[in-house]
């Protein structure tokens, strides 16, 4: 589409555009606004400044002709030559701070805005925002104050700039670009007026867009009671074994299938899928190319949720079996998770279908991840700080069950408080941004894929292509989610996120300012003392203690000093750090006993060798601790 002609669409949405005349390629020039611009409007002409298309600070007639030739002449130069089917435009020249808004159709976002600082280094400058066309306002603007134009807002200079005016061209755009068959649109300049927006020069290309079906589930992917673990062994080394001894503390009913054996763990093993009661749910652990013929077999019978452990499938190319998958899912209204998978875990069954080497604790968090081997990882590490999951989903390559589907499922699960999730590549995005939107529970994301080359490698291991970080994040916390940079945080910060204020306690005061810079540069108050506060300590801590937080109690500080700190200073809104250092006179286990007495109290026993017994004790009783400053940092 040439611009004129793309300016009328534009005014079709209520879009402002400059005012603006057509000439055709001999005709004379008038306009009756200046200064003014002269444009060419030619399909063979893309950018039109590169080449000498355009022409601004015109003020007359008599220069309007003058420009015109200059353009000819630019344009031949360049081997570019006029016909009847061009056309010139002639519009008002709009002075204003130059934004700029763009669209483009993505295979997993679909339509796509991107809004932000406009003019000739904007490729440099890169000082946009992405927004989603399903986007409300409150959207728009948590994703526009992300930009650094957007700092203007509400005053620069002693000028005022009305956010309501992005809000009102964004959302204009979202529904031209929604009803429209466009593929891509840049509009550059915007210019911002007292009036509004205006649309100062624009580009489009059309195109029919694909649109994604949306599934949607009719049962409960964690409505687990009768289970069969398909590929159950009694070979220490395969995968089937750890499912069967994994799964044999649950409350639910749990059937063992292998051709080859009669019984496991002093279960009854069933033959086949014929000799099975009724069942609800499938977990699959044989080799791939028998995986098809089972889900089709299991569809047929009611099976509602399948769980697919095999590996096989997209991750090493063989794409065709696993969009049959997923086509057996649509057709028997299937919940598949997988393939290439870890298994799912529920805390209220206490029902552990993974193979996980590690112990599960009980907890108020949702661990979804496509990686199945950052999923064990995460898992080992929350068990050794005492730290237990509500849900866990490994997704593996998502032929069916994807983010939103896992997300949509979690807002059902009255234990589940906190939703966290490592993600490599996506394959739904509007729907995945809807399950954020809709949900009431906060969620945590950590992305990895942020080279080209991790990008290559999370192709090659789930089968997904990782997509663009920059979009994907911009997105995920536009529509609110929490993004996170470490991945350490998807286990430890969910719990702690409420608290806005920190107290600390230590026998140190080095190690003590190293912990305060590092709970205010994640965005955390230290807490300030009242005067009553430093009268009660007065009375109770050496003269030479900090008389300020963090409340350093001297080295020599034994167990009673740490316990009448605490008497004086605990509240229940703080999040309080118990620094402890290995001085001489310092008593590692009694302090400890103590600081587990306490909620919300975290314990930092900073050393090694003499605080073995203390970590032995903090294991035992399931707490929290740690023996270092830096991991402190994933908490905040």
């Given amino acids: 589409m040439k611009e004129y002609e793309i300016y009328e669409l534009l005014k079709k949405y209520g879009i402002n555009t400059p005012k603006y005349e057509v000439f055709d390629i001999d005709a004379p020039l008038y306009f009756d606004r200046f200064p003014a611009v002269l444009k060419i409007a030619s399909d063979k002409v893309v950018h039109k400044s590169d080449v000498g298309g355009v022409r601004v600070g015109i003020d007359s007639p008599e220069e309007l002709e003058v420009a015109r030739q200059e353009v000819v002449e630019n344009l031949q130069q360049r081997g570019i030559f006029l016909d009847i089917n061009d056309k010139f435009i002639v519009e008002e020249f709009v002075q204003g701070e130059e934004f700029y808004i763009g669209g483009l159709y993505d295979t997993i976002f679909e339509e796509i805005l991107l809004f932000g600082k406009g003019g000739t280094l904007i490729e440099i400058e890169k000082d946009v925002c992405y927004i989603d066309t399903q986007a409300n306002k409150e959207e728009i603007l948590r994703s526009f104050k992300t930009t650094k134009i957007s700092k203007m807002f509400p005053t620069f200079r002693g000028k005022k700039y009305r956010l309501e005016f992005v809000v009102d061209v964004v959302q204009k755009f979202q529904k031209l670009f929604i009803n429209e068959n466009i593929e891509q649109f840049d509009v550059n300049p915007l210019i911002y007026t007292d009036e509004g927006f205006v649309a100062v020069d624009a580009r489009l290309k059309p195109g029919k867009k694909q649109k994604r079906a949306k599934r949607i589930r009719s049962s409960n992917i964690f409505a687990n009671q009768n289970i069969a673990i398909f590929g159950a062994t009694d070979k220490e080394n395969k995968v089937g074994y750890a499912l069967a001894k994994n799964s044999l503390s649950s409350s639910a009913n749990i059937y063992f299938v292998n051709p080859h054996l009669d019984t496991l763990f002093g279960k009854k093993v069933y033959k086949s899928i014929d000799e099975l009661p009724p069942i609800d749910t499938a977990v699959i652990a044989i080799p791939a190319h028998l995986v098809l013929e089972l889900i089709e077999e299991l569809g047929k019978r009611g099976v509602k949720n399948i769980i697919v452990i095999s590996a096989g499938f997209k991750e090493v190319g063989n794409k065709e079996a696993e969009e049959k998958m997923a086509s057996l899912a649509r057709k028997y209204d299937l919940n598949v998770i997988g393939p290439n998978c870890l298994g799912i875990y529920n805390s209220q069954k206490n029902l552990n279908l993974t193979f996980a080497r590690a112990s599960i604790l009980p907890g108020n968090i949702a661990l979804i991840s496509q990686s199945g081997a950052v999923l064990t990882a995460l898992i080992d590490k929350a068990y050794t700080h005492s730290l237990g999951f509500s849900h866990i989903i490994s997704l593996g390559n998502m032929a069916d069950f994807d983010f939103a589907d896992a997300i949509n499922a979690m807002e059902q699960e009255e234990n589940c ?7 490599e590549g996506l394959q739904n995005g509007k729907s995945y941004l809807e399950a954020i939107r809709n949900t009431n529970k906060p969620i945590a994301i950590y992305k990895a894929g942020k080279t080209k080359e991790a990008k290559k490698a999370a192709f090659s291991h789930t089968g997904n292509i990782s997509g663009d970080y920059d979009m994907l994040i911009g997105l995920s916390y536009a529509a609110g989610a929490i993004i996170k940079e470490d991945i350490d ?19 140190a005061g080095g190690p003590g300012t190293i912990l305060t810079d590092l709970v205010v540069q994640h965005g955390k108050k230290i807490y300030r003392l009242s005067k009553q506060e430093i009268e009660q300590l007065n009375a109770i801590l ?26 004086v200073l605990y509240k229940p809104h703080l999040l309080i750090f118990v620094l402890v250092t290995p001085q001489f006179m310092t008593e590692p286990l009694p302090i400890a006993k103590i600081i587990t007495k306490y909620k919300n109290v975290i314990p930092i026993f900073f050393g090694e060798e003499s605080f073995k017994e203390v970590f032995n004790y903090f294991q035992e009783q399931k707490v929290l601790y740690f023996n270092d400053l830096e991991n402190v940092a994933n908490i905040l």
């Fill in 417 to 423: 408080i906190y939703i966290n999730i490592y993600a």
């Fill in 489 to 507: 945080e998807l286990i430890f910060a969910s719990q702690f996120a409420h608290f806005s204020e920190v107290l600390i306690i230590t026998n």
């Fill in 542 to 567: 050496p003269s030479t203690w900090s008389h300020n937080n963090p409340v350093d109690i001297i080295g020599d500080a034994t167990a009673q000093r740490y316990q009448k700190t605490l008497e």
